[in-house]
């Protein structure tokens, strides 16, 4: 199975099944001493474990990270590192009653149909259980991205619709988005999404939603103009999210209602430097960044996993219907902020070593 490696200079690969022994990835090109252990991946992945909250899967993972190689006296060395997560709480018998018969909004057929076999615990590899080792990585990239670009760079998310849903902006507020179970940046969105999630749990149905991540402090220069442009490169990262359906960079769809005037981000000078008016390209110019924050937001579908009859087919072209047992996410797209956020740091780790590979800085 190809397609398991993401990036070109800082690159990571990962393994394992969502109800297999263990979840891993190995992540190569990190530079040497620059500092690194367990206590550098695992706060973020507690961002993503599930668990924390009634609005998500409650599987009891507690997804402790060890690192298996490249690191020696807590400093990377050079090497590929290897990293390791335990499945500790697996259920494969909640997916007994599913093997023969493929889920609506589900792999399942596509699987099968390519492999001619497929892993129903929980997906197996088409699992999101595999994000975990993304978020992981992704924390990896921050240390070399923190390394080059000190403490003016951060990357940060927020789930900015639920459904229907949306956050009112000019509430916008980032101090919040770490205190409720949404990631959500507008306090008073928080009871209306609670509500409306308790409502569709209860009723055996789910919610998508779309999540926003920034990229602030990001110099300028960073992508290529042609196949490899940082938005080319953001949008497939996103994109290989599990559940994803669509990204967009800056304003994105809503920016073909602009007339041409107000469309793009005007210049002036300010203090003997060029500043922008507005950020309406979120960040990029020609695929390369503009020094702007980078605004990449992103799609998820509802959940497909659902405890309610849908119709579908079993492997012998019978029809019946399917309902899905054990714990899953009403949303899905509530985990999904650190996985955004880790795939952005992924993605500028990469142009990063790959533009002082190129041009010396």
Same mark, same amino acid.
């Given at each position: 199975?190809?397609?398991?490696?993401?990036?070109?200079?800082?690159?990571? !690969? %990962?393994?394992?099944?969502?109800?297999?022994?263990?979840?891993? /990835? @190995?992540?190569?090109? @990190?530079?040497?001493?620059?500092?690194?252990?367990?206590?550098? $991946?695992?706060?973020?992945?507690?961002?993503?474990?599930?668990?924390?909250?009634?609005?998500? %899967?409650?599987?009891?993972?507690?997804?402790?990270?060890?690192?298996?190689?490249?690191?020696?006296? #807590?400093?990377?060395?050079? !090497?590929?590192?290897?990293?390791?997560?335990?499945?500790?709480?697996?259920?494969?018998?909640?997916?007994?009653?599913?093997?023969?018969?493929?889920?609506?909004?589900?792999?399942?057929? %596509?699987?099968?149909?390519?492999?001619? $076999?497929?892993?129903?615990?929980?997906?197996?590899?088409?699992?999101?259980?595999? %994000?975990? &080792?993304?978020?992981?990585?992704?924390?990896?990239?921050?240390?070399? +991205?923190?390394?080059?670009?000190?403490?003016?760079?951060?990357?940060? #998310?927020?789930?900015?619709?639920?459904?229907?849903?949306?956050?009112?902006?000019?509430?916008?507020?980032?101090?919040?988005?770490?205190?409720?179970?949404?990631?959500?940046?507008?306090?008073?969105?928080?009871?209306?999404?609670?509500?409306?999630?308790?409502?569709?749990?209860?009723?055996?149905?789910?919610?998508?939603?779309?999540?926003?991540?920034?990229?602030?402090?990001?110099?300028?220069?960073? /992508?290529?103009?042609?196949?490899?442009? =940082?938005?080319?490169?953001?949008?497939?990262?996103?994109?290989?999210?599990?559940?994803?359906?669509?990204?967009?960079?800056?304003?994105?769809?809503?920016?073909?209602?602009?007339?041409?005037?107000?469309?793009?981000? !005007? =210049?002036?000078?300010?203090?003997?430097? &060029?500043?922008?008016?507005?950020?309406?390209?979120?960040?990029?110019?020609?695929?390369?960044?503009?020094?702007?924050?980078?605004? @990449?937001?992103?799609?998820?579908?509802?959940?497909?996993?659902?405890?309610?009859?849908?119709?579908?087919?079993?492997?012998?072209?019978?029809?019946?219907?399917?309902? !899905?047992?054990?714990?899953?996410?009403?949303?899905?797209? $509530?985990?999904?902020?650190?996985?955004?956020?880790? &795939? &952005?740091?992924? @993605?500028?780790?990469?142009?990063? +070593?790959?533009?002082?590979?190129?041009?010396?800085?």
């Amino acid at each position: 199975m190809p397609g398991n490696a993401f990036g070109t200079a800082f690159r990571f !690969t %990962t393994w394992g099944e969502s109800h297999g022994l263990a979840i891993g /990835g @190995v992540v190569d090109g @990190v530079p040497p001493r620059l500092p690194l252990t367990e206590d550098d $991946i695992q706060p973020w992945l507690d961002k993503r474990r599930p668990g924390q909250s009634k609005f998500v %899967t409650q599987r009891k993972e507690p997804d402790r990270v060890r690192i298996l190689s490249g690191t020696f006296e #807590g400093l990377t060395t050079g !090497t590929p590192i290897s990293l390791i997560i335990e499945n500790v709480d697996q259920r494969p018998r909640d997916y007994s009653e599913i093997k023969d018969l493929f889920r609506p909004g589900h792999a399942d057929f %596509t699987y099968w149909k390519k492999y001619g $076999i497929r892993d129903y615990r929980g997906s197996g590899r088409a699992s999101a259980r595999e %994000t975990a &080792m993304r978020v992981a990585a992704g924390a990896v990239a921050r240390q070399v +991205l923190n390394a080059a670009w000190g403490d003016t760079f951060r990357i940060r #998310g927020a789930m900015v619709k639920m459904g229907a849903l949306e956050i009112d902006r000019a509430r916008w507020d980032w101090d919040i988005v770490g205190d409720n179970p949404f990631w959500c940046p507008d306090a008073a969105a928080v009871p209306v999404w609670e509500n409306f999630l308790t409502v569709a749990r209860k009723a055996g149905s789910s919610a998508g939603a779309v999540l926003e991540i920034h990229g602030e402090g990001v110099p300028p220069g960073l /992508g290529e103009p042609v196949y490899d442009k =940082m938005d080319a490169d953001l949008a497939k990262a996103m994109m290989s999210i599990n559940a994803v359906k669509a990204v967009e960079i800056g304003d994105g769809f809503a920016g073909v209602e602009l007339p041409g005037e107000d469309a793009h981000d !005007t =210049m002036h000078m300010e203090d003997g430097a &060029m500043v922008f008016d507005s950020n309406r390209a979120g960040g990029t110019l020609g695929g390369i960044t503009n020094g702007e924050p980078l605004v @990449v937001r992103f799609a998820v579908k509802p959940t497909s996993s659902l405890p309610r009859p849908r119709p579908t087919v079993t492997v012998d072209g019978e029809d019946t219907a399917a309902i !899905t047992k054990g714990r899953h996410d009403p949303c899905v797209g $509530i985990r999904a902020v650190p996985i955004g956020e880790a &795939m &952005m740091a992924c @993605v500028l780790a990469d142009h990063w +070593l790959r533009d002082l590979g190129q041009r010396g800085r």
